[in-house]
């Protein structure tokens, strides 16, 4: 076979069903139709990004002290929605992660303070800011005769101080949780990052935008035909 009968072969192979195009050679019109279609797909945030975004969470929780903790969410813009966390906080993760947790803590074990921390509330529906409950046990087998009088006084106010200040802290950990869950979940809906993402892939389209075949889908057919040619060929 001469090498210009060859080429004109392989130049006959279609590289993709015929009247198809990819998103990038699209229309504005269409493009914006193809756009508003993926938005109301429902594959924009699928259970893998809701499993990263879960780890993400987690994540952040490690970083403020409150590494044992099992964290749940629901962010739909309904009410009840939010992020709750629940299970035991360790005084030593939250000293060694929260300056002023740490302050609060070490004057209360120099009083003999033994601290322990269970966040509780989970009931397996809601979970917010104000469906968790701080609980605080403090234990000291130190007698009062042998404090000095100055922590006698001190340490119910001090007790009062970290129940206050940790409940409200997992309240305000809680609200910055959900603003960061939500940002998260409306970037994948917003139309530059939808642009970007069907520009990168190879899905099919109609000419007015609609969607037609899938990048795996193209990628069969794409095998497909060039075995049929390799077998032109080879006859």
């Known amino acids: 076979m001469k090498l210009s009968e060859l080429r004109q072969k392989y130049k006959l192979v279609p590289k993709r069903p015929k009247g198809l195009r990819f998103f990038d050679e699209l229309s504005n019109e269409a493009k914006e139709f193809a756009i508003k279609n993926e938005r109301n797909s429902g594959r924009r945030f699928d259970e893998t990004d809701a499993l990263f975004l879960t780890e993400d969470f987690q994540q952040q929780l490690n970083e403020k002290g409150f590494e044992a903790v099992k964290v749940f969410w629901s962010l739909g813009y309904c009410q009840g929605d939010g992020v709750a966390f629940y299970g035991r906080v360790y005084a030593d993760d939250l000293k060694s992660k929260d300056s002023r947790a740490k302050k609060l803590i070490e004057r209360l074990e120099t009083a003999g303070d033994e601290i322990s921390i269970e966040i509780t509330g989970a009931n397996g529906w809601y979970h917010h800011r104000n469906s968790m409950t701080v609980e605080i046990d403090f234990e000291n087998e130190t007698d ?92």
């Open 144 to 235: 009062d005769e042998d404090l000095p009088a100055r922590l006698k006084i001190a340490r119910p106010v001090w007790r009062e101080d970290f129940e206050g200040y940790l409940a409200e802290r997992v309240k305000e950990i809680s609200d910055e949780l959900e603003k960061s869950g939500y940002a998260e979940i409306d970037y994948h809906y917003e139309d530059e990052t939808i642009r970007q993402d069907l520009s990168e892939r190879e899905d099919l389209y109609e000419k007015d935008g609609t969607w037609e075949m899938s990048e795996v889908e193209f990628e069969k057919w794409r095998e497909n035909i060039n075995s049929i040619s390799t077998f032109a060929f080879s006859s």
